[in-house]
C-alpha cells in the first residue's frame, strides 16, 4: 500500500524499480546525445534570456532530475526552451533596467511563480487545460515566437546593437543596421552556419550544435580573435550554485504575478503535445495532471538552483527518442554529465563567441516555424486558419507577452464561443426507425406532430437564452410545415447539471407551448431530471413537463397517448399505424 501511493506520487519511480537490464545500453546512448545536444542550446538560451551562461546549465540540471521522478513521460527531456526563454527576456530586461543581478533575481523570481502557478493548476486537477490552447493558436504563438527570435538574434550575427524594443521598428531600420555590420564577427557567424551544415552532412547523428560552437570557441581561442572586436560570451561563473534571496522591490515582483500564468499556460501546452506525441509513438498514456506537477516542481528546482524557467524540450525529446531512449533513466545520467561540465569545465566556454550561438538560436527557432501547416489550416479549417494567423500577427506587431496573452483570451474566446452558439439538430426517424438528424441527405424526416431537438452543449445561464430562441425558431418553422403537438428535447447532452436560469427557462418555454396545445417532453436523464425538478419545485407530468427514460420510449408512449385518446380517421389512422410500425423497429 505505502509503495503503491509512493509510485503514484513519483510515477518515475515505478519505472524504475521495474527496470530491464536490457534497456540500460540505449538509455546510456541516448543519454549521451541528450546531453551533447542540451549543452550548447542551454549557453545559447542563457544569452537569449539576459544571464550568464552557468545559469542555462543550472537550468538542466535539478529540474531534468526531479522531472524522471514525478514525470509521467518515458522519452520528454525538460529544459530550456525558446518560447520560454523569449517570454522570460521580453518580461524581465524592461524591469530590471540595466542591472545584472536584478535581471538574474526577476528571472529566478518568475521561474518559481511559474513552477507555483502549475502547482495549483495541478492541484485543482486542471490538465484539461492541456486541450484549451487550441493547435492552431499555439501554431500562430510558436511561429511569431520564432520569428522575433531570429530577429533578435541579427544584432549578434551581424556585430550591431538594437536601439528599438519592438519586431516592426527593428525590421524598418534594417538597411541603417545592415551597414554597421562588423565584417569579423559576420565572418565568425558564417563560418559556425557552413561548419554546421557539413557536420549534418557527413554526420547526421552527431551533436552539429556543439561541434560548431566548439571550434568557433577554438579559433577565438588559439588565435587571440578577441583583437577584432568579436564578441565571446565571457567568463563564466562554474561550480556549485550558491543559494541567495532575491532583493528587490516588492512591486516589481507584481508585475511578474500575471506574466508567470501566462508562461505557465504556454510551457504546460506546448509540453504536452510533445509528451503526448511520444507517449502515442511508444504505446504508452500520461497523467495531464501529474504533469502539471512535474512541470510545477522542475521550474522550483530550476530556480533553487539559480536557473530560469523550463519546459518540454521538443528537439531534445526527438533525439532521446531516436537515439532509443526507453526511460526517465536518460535524464538522470545527462543531467549528471551537464553537472559534470557546470561544475568543473566552465572555463573553455568563455571563448564561445556570441555570433557562435546567436546562429545555434537562429537554427534552432527555423525549427519552430512551419507556415505550410498554417497555410493547410486555410483550405481544411478557415475558422483554425484565421486563429492561428491573428495570433501570429499579434506576436510579431504587440509583442511577445501581449502576444501570449491575446492567444490565452482566443482560447477562452473559442472555448466560450462553442459553449455559448454550439451546433444543434433538429431530430426524425429513418426507415429503420432508428433516430437521427434531419439534413439534406432525406434519409430521415420528421415524426408527424412531434419535433425533437437536441442541443449539443451542457445548458448553463449565459447559454439558455440562445437555446430558448433556437428551440422556437426551428419549432416554429417545422410547425408551419406540419401542426406540431408535442415537443421533445433530448436531455442527454444538455442537462449535465442542475442551473436556476436553465429551469427558469424551462417553465417559459413550457407556458409558451402550452398556450398552443403542445406538450413539452424532455427525454434522457430521467431520475436526474425529476430530483432536480423536486428541488425546484417545478411540475411534473400531464399538467407540466413530461420527463421519459430516452427518445424511442418517449416517441412510443406518445403514439400510445395519440391512439388511446382521439377518434382516428382513415387517414389519421395509416398515419398512426405507419409511426407505430416504424418505431416498433426502432431500440426501446
Request: glycine residues 6%.
Amino acid at each position: 500500500m505505502i509503495l503503491n501511493r509512493l509510485f503514484e506520487f513519483m510515477p518515475g519511480l515505478e519505472t524504475f524499480a521495474r527496470y530491464e537490464k536490457s534497456w540500460l545500453k540505449d538509455d546510456v546512448t541516448a543519454a549521451l546525445s541528450v546531453a551533447a545536444v542540451a549543452l550548447p542550446v542551454a549557453i545559447a538560451y542563457a544569452q537569449l534570456t539576459g544571464v550568464n551562461a552557468a545559469v542555462g546549465l543550472y537550468s538542466c540540471v535539478l529540474p531534468m532530475l526531479v522531472y524522471a521522478l514525478f514525470g509521467t513521460s518515458r522519452q520528454l527531456i525538460v529544459g530550456p526552451d525558446a518560447a520560454t526563454c523569449a517570454v522570460i527576456a521580453a518580461v524581465v530586461t524592461p524591469l530590471a533596467a540595466g542591472d545584472s543581478l536584478m535581471h538574474w533575481q526577476l528571472v529566478m523570481t518568475m521561474t518559481v511563480m511559474t513552477g507555483f502557478w502549475c502547482l495549483i493548476a495541478s492541484r485543482f486537477k486542471l490538465g484539461v487545460l492541456a486541450d484549451f490552447l487550441s493547435k492552431p493558436i499555439l501554431m500562430g504563438l510558436l511561429n511569431g515566437v520564432a520569428i522575433t527570435i531570429i530577429v533578435g538574434q541579427f544584432s549578434k550575427i551581424f556585430g550591431f546593437t538594437f536601439d528599438e524594443k519592438y519586431l516592426l521598428e527593428r525590421l524598418s531600420g534594417a538597411p541603417s543596421y545592415l551597414s554597421q555590420t562588423h565584417v569579423p564577427t559576420f565572418l565568425m557567424a558564417v563560418l559556425t552556419v557552413i561548419i554546421y551544415f557539413v557536420m549534418k552532412r557527413l554526420k547526421p547523428t552527431w551533436p552539429a550544435s556543439m561541434f560548431a560552437i566548439a571550434v568557433g570557441a577554438l579559433l577565438v581561442w588559439l588565435f587571440n580573435l578577441n583583437q577584432y572586436d568579436i564578441a565571446v560570451i565571457g567568463s563564466v561563473a562554474g561550480g556549485l550554485p550558491s543559494f541567495q534571496t532575491p532583493v528587490f522591490n516588492i512591486g516589481i515582483a507584481r508585475e511578474l504575478v500575471m506574466p508567470a500564468l501566462n508562461l505557465a499556460m504556454v510551457s504546460f501546452v506546448s509540453m504536452m503535445l510533445t509528451a503526448r506525441s511520444f507517449a502515442a509513438k511508444n504505446g504508452y498514456d500520461i497523467d495531464a495532471d501529474k504533469e502539471f506537477k512535474a512541470l510545477g516542481l522542475a521550474n522550483i528546482a530550476s530556480a533553487l538552483s539559480q536557473g530560469f524557467a523550463v519546459s518540454g524540450a521538443d528537439s531534445r525529446t526527438a533525439v532521446n527518442d531516436a537515439n532509443g531512449g526507453k526511460t526517465q533513466l536518460v535524464s538522470i545520467i545527462a543531467a549528471v554529465l551537464i553537472a559534470i561540465v557546470a561544475v568543473f569545465l566552465t572555463a573553455p566556454l568563455e571563448y564561445i563567441p556570441s555570433a557562435a550561438l546567436g546562429v545555434v538560436l537562429v537554427i534552432a527557432s527555423v525549427h519552430l516555424i512551419d507556415f505550410k501547416a498554417i497555410w493547410v489550416l486555410r483550405l481544411r479549417d478557415r475558422q483554425a486558419f484565421y486563429l492561428a494567423l491573428t495570433t501570429l500577427f499579434a506576436v510579431l506587431f504587440i509583442g511577445v507577452i501581449p502576444g501570449i496573452t491575446l492567444a490565452v483570451l482566443l482560447g477562452l474566446f473559442q472555448f466560450l464561443r462553442t459553449v455559448m452558439r454550439p451546433t444543434d439538430q433538429v431530430l426524425g426517424l429513418d426507415a429503420k426507425g432508428i433516430i437521427r438528424s434531419i439534413d439534406g441527405s432525406d434519409k430521415a424526416v420528421a415524426v408527424p406532430g412531434v419535433f425533437i431537438y437536441r442541443f449539443n452543449s451542457p445548458l448553463t445561464y449565459f447559454n439558455s437564452t440562445y437555446f430558448k430562441r433556437r428551440l422556437l425558431e426551428r419549432f416554429a418553422r417545422q410547425n408551419q410545415l406540419e401542426p406540431v403537438d408535442c415537443v421533445m428535447i433530448d436531455a442527454v447532452p444538455c442537462f449535465t447539471h442542475l442551473d436556476l436560469s436553465v429551469m427558469a427557462m424551462l417553465i417559459d418555454i413550457e407556458a409558451l407551448l402550452r398556450k398552443r396545445g403542445v406538450s413539452l417532453v424532455l427525454a434522457g436523464r430521467k431520475r436526474q431530471l425529476i430530483s432536480w425538478f423536486e428541488q425546484t419545485d417545478m411540475v411534473v407530468g400531464e399538467e407540466g413537463i413530461i420527463i421519459r427514460s430516452d427518445l424511442y420510449l418517449a416517441l412510443k408512449l406518445h403514439q400510445s397517448h395519440l391512439a388511446a385518446t382521439t377518434e382516428p380517421t382513415s387517414e389519421s389512422a395509416e398515419t398512426t399505424a405507419a409511426n407505430q410500425s416504424i418505431l416498433s423497429h426502432s431500440q426501446i
